[in-house]
């Protein structure tokens, strides 16, 4: 069985970049859904930025939960 690669640093460094994008665009549609809600700005900030660091947290998970799930079959 051959033995999983790591990703190279310009592959990683990409698709960091692509979590990073997808995340801040989480944040920034929750903060204006809460906004639109009338919630104060401190508010929407916080949980815009909650947003963000979710889905941020869930795209660093999603390789190593790929990577198991392969590794199981």
Do not use: H, I, N, Q
């Amino acid at each position: 069985m051959p033995e999983p690669t790591a990703p190279s640093g310009r592959t990683w460094r990409l698709w960091l970049a692509l979590y990073v994008a997808c995340s801040l665009v989480v944040g920034l549609v929750v903060s204006l859904l809460v906004l639109r809600s009338g919630a104060d700005t401190t508010d929407a900030m916080l949980t815009g930025g909650g947003g963000f660091a979710t889905s941020f947290g869930l795209c660093l998970a999603l390789p190593a939960a790929v990577r198991e799930l392969k590794r199981l079959d």
